[in-house]
């Protein structure tokens, strides 16, 4: 949709969306909300202790969301800061303003879909996603194109849809978990609504390792997208078609990783080693499998991919297509070496111990891939792929070696 509106409105949306997502990354701290009450099966804990975590998880998704969107609201002195074209910045500046509000609802509806996979109900997520996402669908194409009666915000439009879709299943969720007499013996809506510092201390210590492992690695890849804007609003525009497609296919290993997560944490706390080994081997299996539907989805229907964005048979689009061609043949290696990391980490959350791969990723894009990056696009001259080849090839495999060994010896001892 937003595509529609030209390359320089494509351009800036390569700007904004990185930029929103690194921010938005206090999300996966509530990833603990799920560990955790998974590990409270493991061990058997009454109900109430359930309970206790929703709503503390609750207080700490209200608290974070204030400076998140604070931050948010700000953002776009962050992308003239860095050096951006200030004409696609300031197609940004409405879209932060509304990303700023949208955190908020998608924080509490983080710690509603991870209190329900934690204790054992993981389709819950699944059917609030099925919800979510026709409802942001219609607003954006009403308030992106100014359809139905809506103004037209353009790329203002995206963040605004997300943020009522957002409040109005949050709300409904709400209402839902309210009435539903399955959640009655929780106790989420009695008892104390007084905050509980040392379960707070608890999800943040678990958690915030792995807020700060996504923060430090979508900062690096946006900072790379940042260095992409030194090539021009082509370059961009065709580094934001490739990445909203390598966007959706995410999902698939985070989704996975936190699978991992989850079940890791309840063998963890029946003292099942042995049965994370049989997790770690299939979720392995199903990498592979995902990996090899990838490849064939990327080197054989680029061009398929790339005309739902532009169209081809404009000579001015004819770079654009060429770069976002051949970007698709080198993010296949880097969603699987990508899917690698998460799939370790995620194993190793299970553990609870996060901390170990939050500095590992962050090292290894922060202090290899981003050099890397640099050195081959401008002294080298590898320019806008070189750009995409150097921040793969460098930190993605390190990572993914280091994480493995520190399974093996987790596993092993």
């Known amino acids: 949709m937003v595509a529609s509106l030209g390359e320089d409105q494509l351009a800036a949306a390569a700007l904004a969306l990185p930029t929103f997502i690194t921010f938005s990354m206090v999300l996966p701290i509530f990833y603990a909300v799920g560990i955790l009450a998974s590990h409270y099966r493991g061990q058997g804990k009454e109900h109430k202790e359930f309970g206790d975590l929703?709503?503390?998880?609750?207080?700490?998704?209200?608290?974070?969301?204030?400076?998140?969107?604070?931050?948010?609201?700000?953002?776009?002195?962050?992308?003239?800061?860095?050096?951006?074209d200030p004409k696609?910045?300031?197609?940004t500046r409405l879209n932060f303003h509304f990303a700023a509000f949208a955190i908020i609802p998608m924080l509490i509806g983080i710690v509603f879909m991870q209190f329900y996979t934690g204790i054992g109900h993981p389709r819950f997520s699944l059917i609030l996603s099925l919800i979510t996402a026709p409802l942001t669908l219609f607003f954006a194409y009403a308030l992106i194109l100014g359809h139905f009666g809506f103004p037209k915000l353009e790329l203002g439009g995206a963040s605004c849809a997300s943020m009522i879709a957002s409040s109005l299943v949050c709300i409904a969720t709400l209402i839902y978990m309210k009435l539903s007499k399955k959640l009655k013996p929780y106790h989420l809506f009695s008892g104390s609504f007084l905050p509980n510092i040392q379960l707070c201390k608890t999800i943040l210590f678990l958690g915030l390792p792995i807020g700060l492992q996504f923060f430090g690695e979508l900062g690096a890849m946006t900072v790379g997208t940042y260095f992409m804007g030194f090539f021009g609003p082509t370059a961009l525009a065709a580094s934001q078609v490739?990445?909203?497609?390598?966007?959706?296919?995410?999902?698939?290993f985070l989704g996975l990783s936190q699978a991992m997560a989850i079940l890791t944490s309840e063998a963890y706390g029946k003292n099942e080693i042995s049965l994370v080994r049989h997790y770690l081997k299939a979720s392995m299996t199903i990498l592979l499998m995902i990996f090899i539907f990838i490849a064939i989805f990327f080197f054989f229907t680029p061009r398929y991919l790339i005309q739902f964005f532009l169209s081809q048979s404009d000579i001015n689009n004819a770079y654009l297509t060429h770069l976002a061609t051949v970007f698709f043949a080198v993010s296949v290696f880097g969603l699987f070496l990508d899917g690698l990391r998460n799939l370790y980490s995620g194993t190793l959350r299970g553990m609870h111990d996060s901390k170990v791969?939050?500095?590992?990723?962050?090292?290894?894009?922060?202090?290899?891939?981003?050099?890397?990056?640099?050195?081959?696009?401008?002294?080298l001259g590898g320019g806008p792929i070189g750009l995409r080849i150097g921040f793969i090839v460098g930190g993605y495999v390190l990572a993914a070696v280091l994480l493995g060994r520190r399974i093996y010896k987790k596993l092993k001892g």
């Open 54 to 84: 929703f709503k503390n998880g609750l207080w700490l998704a209200i608290l974070l969301a204030i400076p998140t969107g604070l931050i948010l609201w700000h953002a776009d002195h962050l992308l003239l800061l860095f050096g951006q």
């Open 88 to 91: 696609l910045v300031q197609l």
């Open 242 to 252: 490739v990445s909203q497609y390598a966007m959706l296919l995410v999902m698939l």
């Open 357 to 379: 791969p939050m500095k590992i990723n962050i090292m290894c894009l922060w202090f290899i891939s981003l050099p890397l990056c640099y050195l081959i696009a401008f002294p």
